[in-house]
């Protein structure tokens, strides 16, 4: 049974940081990533990487948040540096893998980022 287990959110200063991280089991996994959902807003791709460890992320963390993954241990990380009031939201992590004739799509279930004075 494959699951996806976020844990590390929590409330932060404005200007803190925070490391997220999501444990994965009963599958290797091809692209994961981080997305965000923000009241009221559509869920948002924050930040993925691919097996081979290309990264890409969305304009509003790049140089601020930064994504690696541990294949040895299957999880997921995301090091959020200069937190701001707009990066409040639930954090998903989200991971593909492919079998013989389609993707499938996973997701955790989510870890709330609070970013508050």
């Known amino acids: 049974q494959v699951q996806l287990v976020e844990s590390g959110g929590g409330l932060v200063q404005p200007g803190g940081s925070l490391r997220l991280s999501c444990a994965a089991s009963?599958?290797?996994?091809?692209?994961m990533g981080w997305y965000r959902e923000a009241p009221g807003k559509q869920r948002e791709l924050v930040a993925s990487t691919t097996a081979s460890g290309s990264t890409d992320y969305a304009d509003s963390v790049k140089g601020r948040f930064t994504i690696s993954r541990d294949n040895a241990k299957n999880t997921l990380y995301l090091q959020m540096n200069s937190l701001k009031s707009e990066d409040t939201a639930v954090y998903y992590c989200?991971?593909?893998?492919?079998?013989?004739?389609?993707?499938?799509?996973?997701w955790g279930q989510g870890t709330q980022v609070t970013v508050s004075s």
């Open positions: 989200n991971a593909d893998r492919w079998g013989p004739s389609r993707r499938y799509i996973y």
């Open positions: 009963g599958s290797i996994f091809n692209n």
